[in-house]
T-cell receptor, first 114, second 118 residues
Framework: KAGVTQTPRYLIKTRGQQVTLSCSPI?????VSWYQQTPGQGLQFLFEYFSETQRNKGNFPGRFSGRQFSNSRSEMNVSTLELGDSALYLC?????????????FGQGTRLTVV | AQTVTQSQPEMSVQEAETVTLSCTYD???????LFWYKQPPSRQMILVIRQEAYKQQNATENRFSVNFQKAAKSFSLKISDSQLGDAAMYFCAYRSAARGGANSKLTFGKGITLSVRP
């Protein structure tokens, strides 16, 4: 059974640009969550999608957005990139996102903004 | 809002010895889940162990066990017979047990870097 796949693994962008990251969950999983990991702030929750709907949202500016497709694949978009957006972005999938299901993480996308 | 605190940024243990990683949390909820995740250099977060707050018995997974003190809001991880492959960053995490998956969000501590000396 394939795990959670995130693409690309590495990305370098310039300030002001926008970027799209992709996450393919484990087959059958309908919940996808996104986290930002930085040395200073640690791991912070961005948002969660379930059945193509955003179900939970963290405290990030509107420049961070996401969506989920009918096959449960999810994309995260960051517009008008800032230097502070440099981070490891992790995606996690679970069957339903409920309290009785385990979250499985991908290997992340390392985004560097220059 | 819930918070998770890991006050030790780094720890070191001799191979085959036992080490305990500390974690405290704050919540007003009575029902929740606690986790320890391992993040090796490959960056992929791997679930080590999970504890349901309503269970009094401490969770155990092979060489990994927890000491869950609900009243003290403490959740430490004990690694027995440490191996070189245990070297990684370890994160303590909290998740609400609210129904309907409305609270699937994981709240993480800042993590602790564990090194294992051969």
């Amino acid at each position: 059974k394939a795990g959670v796949t995130q693409t690309p693994r590495y990305l370098i962008k310039t300030r002001g640009q926008q970027v799209t990251l992709s996450c393919s969950p484990i087959s059958g999983h309908r919940s996808v969550s996104w986290y930002q990991q930085t040395p200073g702030q640690g791991l912070q929750f961005l948002f969660e999608y379930f059945s193509e709907t955003q179900r939970n949202k963290g405290n990030f500016p509107g420049r961070f957005s996401g969506r989920q497709f009918s096959n449960s694949r999810s994309e995260m978009n960051v517009s008008t990139l800032e230097l502070g957006d440099s981070a490891l972005y992790l995606c996690a999938s679970s069957l339903s996102g409920g309290e009785d299901t385990e979250a499985f993480f991908g290997q992340g996308t390392r985004l560097t903004v220059v | 809002a819930q918070t998770v605190t890991q006050s030790q940024p780094e720890m070191s243990v001799q191979e085959a010895e036992t080490v305990t990683l500390s974690c405290t949390y704050d919540t007003s909820e009575s029902d929740y889940y606690l986790f320890w995740y391992k993040q090796p250099p490959s960056r992929q977060m791997i679930l080590v162990i999970r504890q349901e707050a309503y269970k009094q018995q401490n969770a155990t997974e092979n060489r990994f066990s927890v000491n869950f003190q609900k009243a003290a809001k403490s959740f430490s991880l004990k690694i027995s017979d440490s191996q070189l492959g245990d070297a990684a960053m370890y994160f303590c995490a909290y998740r609400s047990a609210a129904r309907g998956g409305a609270n699937s969000k994981l709240t993480f501590g800042k993590g602790i870097t564990l090194s294992v000396r051969p």
